[in-house]
């Protein structure tokens, strides 16, 4: 809900989400939250073997999240 004042809306941004996909022996868990901030900082802690592809990931998700 909106706090309006002087013309101007404020919107809550505070959210959070999971998710868990299982594929073979592999358990992939998601963790998103969003905090009232205006800049997307993006941490993911990941498996060393899975660290090359981690910039390429970060680039996906900051094409997809507004």
């Known amino acids: 809900m909106p706090i309006k004042d002087n013309n101007m ?5 505070t959210g959070y989400g ?4 299982k594929i ?9 939250r969003s905090v009232n901030s205006r800049f997307l900082e993006i941490n993911m802690p990941m498996p060393r073997k899975l660290r090359p ?3 390429d990931l ?8 507004n």
Request: overall charge positive; proline content about 0%.
């Open 53 to 55: 592809y981690e910039i």
């Open 24 to 32: 073979d022996k592999t358990e992939v868990k998601v963790e998103m």
């Open 18 to 21: 999971v998710s868990r996909r």
């Open 58 to 65: 970060q680039n996906l998700l900051k094409k997809k999240l």
């Open 9 to 13: 809306s404020l919107y809550s941004m």
